[in-house]
């Protein structure tokens, strides 16, 4: 049976207090990609959530990283949090338009939601129907009543991945709803600020030995406090 292939990296590249734990002091901030895909094969965008990144900035990241690195771009807010998914097609046909600069990098586009989102499957099927099906997209929702198997089997119906969020603050649920599998370590015990344990990352291990027979697993570590992403995605690459 084929197994799928494992991508392991951090939610974001760029982070000030990284200096001097992962990246050398004084690397330039034009250089920091390049040396963080030495590392790391794989590493969500977190700067298109904020901003519309033009083409010639995704053909600058495709430049600076190896043939077999992967982005898993982050959908912009003006979809996921303003918009709420109503009305956005052609703010997500620019979005798009742009992140396919990419080429051949382009991995799971990441929509996330706020927490005070709650479930509205007629919204979220409107949605997934302007989505092309050429492409891999993950939903990770944070609010609970999103945890509802009407949701998972309407993922399923697309082929949209759940994200699996691990977190004190978050609902938890190891839904698999596509033929890929999609994980964000976002801290067990404080968010964004807590470093996995062994124990922990071993459990962890054991999932995604599981979920590497449905197809490629995904995972992001993003307790980017004190440099624990960067530790934990280490310990876990080996």
């Known amino acids: 049976m084929p197994q799928g292939k494992l991508y392991i990296g951090t939610s974001g590249w760029v982070y000030g207090h990284w200096e001097g734990i992962f990246y050398p002091e004084n690397l330039a901030s034009k250089d920091k990609l390049k040396y963080f895909s030495q590392h790391f094969k794989t590493a969500e965008i977190n700067y298109s959530f904020y901003h519309l990144p033009r083409p010639s900035t995704y053909q600058n990241w495709h430049s600076q990283t190896p043939a ?6 982050k959908a912009s807010r003006f979809i996921t949090h303003i918009k709420r998914l109503g009305g956005v097609k052609e703010a997500w046909q620019q979005f798009i338009e742009n992140a396919l600069y ?8 990441l929509f996330q939601f706020p927490p005070s989102f709650r479930i509205d499957l007629k919204r979220l ?3 997934l129907k302007i989505l092309s099906k050429n492409y891999r997209y993950v939903f990770e929702f944070r609010h609970k009543s999103w945890c509802d198997k009407k949701v998972y089997n309407l993922l399923k119906k ?4 759940w994200v699996i969020a691990d977190s004190p603050s978050y609902p938890k649920a190891e839904a698999i709803t596509a033929d890929f599998i999609y994980i964000r370590m976002h801290g067990s015990k404080v ?4 470093k996995y344990t062994k124990k922990e990352l071993s459990s962890l291990v054991q999932k995604i030995k599981k979920w590497l027979k449905t197809g490629n697993v995904y995972v992001y570590f ?7 992403a960067i530790e934990n995605a280490k310990e876990l690459l080996e």
């Open 158 to 161: 697309y082929n949209v991945a």
């Open 68 to 73: 077999d690195f992967i982005f898993a771009a």
């Open 102 to 109: 990419l080429k051949e990098k382009l991995g799971p586009i």
């Open 125 to 127: 099927e409107s949605f």
């Open 191 to 194: 968010l964004f600020a807590s």
């Open 222 to 228: 993003n307790n980017d406090a004190y440099g624990y």
